[in-house]
């Protein structure tokens, strides 16, 4: 008996200390509730990013340029950089930029300042098919 009755006590003491209070706190009769305003503020901070310079760079291989096509917009510099072993030199088919014979690991710069399209060859493979053309886009 003595078994049955220790477990249900135990049972009954637990219960009853999960249980919430019986009596309610007094509150004081003729009093108006207190109303709290809380304030909250944001701050937004807008970075408008500082425009930096466009670049693209194509390679010049033995006898091709990659990328042969390429496609930037108005403003943006070229790189071509020499990363074959034979030499290279570059010319535009309109003559708006000319370079002279290059070496591995040098390089020539343009930046387009408007929009069209640029046919450019190095002179010295052209007939072995190393051709470009750079797009120029508003």
């Not at 049955?4 to 009769?29: D, E, K, W, Y």
């Not at 109303?35 to 970075?47: N, Q, R």
Request: one cysteine or more; proline letters at 6%.
């Amino acid at each position: 008996m003595w078994r049955i009755a220790v477990p249900v006590t135990f049972a009954l003491l637990v219960a009853s200390c999960g249980a919430a209070p019986t009596q309610t706190a007094p509150t004081a009769r003729g009093t108006t509730p207190q109303v709290i305003a809380t304030a909250t503020a944001t701050a937004t901070i807008t970075l408008s990013p500082s425009p930096t310079p466009a670049a693209a760079v194509i390679e010049m291989g033995d006898n091709f340029f990659d990328p042969a096509q390429l496609t930037v917009k108005v403003g943006t510099t070229v790189t071509w950089k020499v990363v074959g072993q034979s030499t290279h030199d570059l010319a535009a088919r309109d003559g708006s930029f000319v370079n002279n014979t290059m070496a591995f690991g040098q390089t020539f710069s343009f930046t387009f300042a408007k929009a069209g399209r640029y046919a450019y060859v190095c002179t010295q493979h052209e007939g072995d098919g190393m051709t470009g053309e750079v797009t120029v886009i508003e």
